[in-house]
């Protein structure tokens, strides 16, 4: 007993749409992942592990005028 051809055609669009969401869905990772390494790569170039917040002036005692009118 074979399937018509009515449920073949159904069968065959089926498995096309799902190998394509399949394929979107890797394609989705495969981007997300480059990204994640674009970010990895600027926030380490950014942010060392002996980063702090002054710059030179204020890592030599230097102090900011103070405002009179305070």
């Given amino acids: 007993m074979g399937l018509s051809a009515s449920t073949q ?28 390494a674009i970010l990895k790569k600027k926030s380490k170039g950014c942010f060392g592990p002996d980063d702090n917040t002054f710059d030179g002036d204020e890592a030599e005692g230097w102090k900011p005028k103070s405002n009179p009118q305070i």
Avoid: G, H, P, T
């Fill in 9 to 36: 055609e159904s069968l065959r669009l089926d498995s096309f749409f799902l190998m394509a969401r399949i394929a979107l869905i890797e394609k989705s990772i495969s981007v997300a992942k480059k990204n994640d």
